[in-house]
Every structure is written in C-alpha cells, then in structure tokens.
C-alpha cells in the first residue's frame, strides 16, 4: 500500500518570504501523479499543484513550485512571496493513474504566516 | 454550478443514533469518492461511485456504515449505531473520469465536509 508522509507539523514564515514544505512518499507502482492540496480553515479543500510521475520537469502554479525527485520518493512544495492568504493545512497526496485513483493523503502541515 | 455541496455541515448525534449525510457533486462528474478526516490526521479514503455502482470500499469502512447513489447524482452516507469514534469531519469529492482508465489527469473537488460529533 502507498503511504505519505509530511514530517513538519507545522511551519511558520514572514509575509513575502520563501517557505518550503516537505513531503515524501513510498511505492512500488511506476505511474501516479502526487499532489499538494490547501485547506483553509472550515473550507473546502482545493488543489495548488500536481505532478505526474513520468514528467521530469518540476510543475509550477505562479507561487508555487515543486520539487520532485522520483528516485528519492520526495515531494516538496516551494511558496515563494508567501501572503497572509496562505495560511492553511497543507496536504501532500498520491494517487495511482489507475484504479479507484483515490487519494492517499499525509497528516497535514499547518503554515502560518506572519506579517 | 457552484460545486460540491454536503449537507448538513455540522451534526451533533448521541451515542447510538443513525445519521445520514447527503453529498451532492458537481452536476457532470461520474466519480463520486467518501473520504473521513479526524483531527490532525489527512483525510482517508472510505468509498467511491462510478455512476451509480460502488466500485470500492475501505477496510475503514465497517458494517454500521454504508453508502449510496441511486441514481448516479447524490449519494448519501449512513452510519448507524454511531460511536464517539466516529466523530470526525467527512468529506465527499467529485470527479469526472473519461475513458476506461490508464493517465484520465482529471482533478477531484471536495466539499466543505460534514462534521459530526458523537456525544
């Protein structure tokens, strides 16, 4: 079975400043997409960014930015110029490309910012 | 369309009462996934639709639970004899699926959840 993990319960950064979030992954299968999604407090949970596992080339949403390392099973989320808006839990997910394509999610990491 | 909806949002229950959530998707979405969140833990994958066939269901998933989509629209969660244990914020998502399988790239869109409390 996959696991996640999210190894920072929390994180806390400076308005306009950079933050980076850490996430690793395991499994054995060769094609998924992993993904990072925001929830704000008492709202819906919505997506930053996603990568597909065959892509080589670092997906990037304005802000934010990945960094995926396939061999390491590491999948890091970069927020540059961080705003007082994105202070949220973080959830780093994996899903298979088949199958029931559920999302297998990690404990979370709450950011918080600071102005 | 203004997304998925779940009702009700919150839900105070005593100790061995049934409660019921509805989830209603994004209205052309065929995959319909139940996922459960306890506090300070991601949410966990419980079950999914296809249309309106559930396809699969989680070990987390116990007898007292179970779901339905009748018609491939809403679904419905019911969990019966509930327990303080199943106190947790439940979410519904959608999503379309088109093919039969392989690289579908498609997004899942949650809901806002339903918390429920078990006193």
């Known amino acids: 079975a996959q696991t996640v993990t999210q190894s920072q319960p929390e994180m806390s950064v400076q308005e306009a400043e950079t933050v980076t979030l850490s996430c690793t992954y395991d499994?054995?299968?060769?094609?998924?997409?992993l993904f990072w999604y925001k929830q704000p407090p008492s709202r819906q949970m919505i997506l930053v960014i996603r990568?597909?596992?065959?892509?080589?080339q670092n997906a990037t949403e304005n802000r934010f930015s990945v960094n995926f390392q396939k061999a390491a099973k590491s999948f890091s989320l970069k927020i540059s110029d961080s705003q007082l808006g994105d202070a949220a839990m973080y959830f780093c997910a994996y899903r298979s490309a088949y199958g029931s394509e559920k999302l297998v999610f990690g404990k979370g990491t709450k950011l918080t910012v600071n102005p | 369309d203004t997304g998925v909806s779940q009702d009700p949002r919150h839900k105070i229950t005593k100790r061995g009462q049934n409660v019921t959530f509805r989830c209603d998707p994004i209205s052309e979405h065929n995959r319909l996934y139940w996922y459960r969140q306890t506090l300070g833990q991601g949410p966990e994958f419980l079950t999914y639709?296809?249309?309106?066939?559930?396809?699969?269901k989680s070990r987390l998933l116990s007898d007292r639970f179970s779901a339905e989509r009748p018609k491939g629209s809403f679904s419905t969660l019911e969990i019966q004899r509930t327990e303080q244990g199943d106190s947790a914020m439940y979410l519904c998502?959608?999503?379309?699926?088109?093919?039969?399988?392989?690289?579908?790239?498609?997004?899942?869109?949650f809901g806002q959840g339903t918390r429920l409390t078990v006193v």
């Open positions: 499994t054995s299968e060769s094609d998924y997409y």
């Open positions: 639709f296809q249309n309106e066939a559930q396809l699969e």
């Open positions: 998502a959608s999503s379309l699926i088109l093919g039969t399988g392989g690289f579908t790239n498609t997004e899942a869109f």
């Open positions: 990568q597909e596992a065959y892509k080589q």
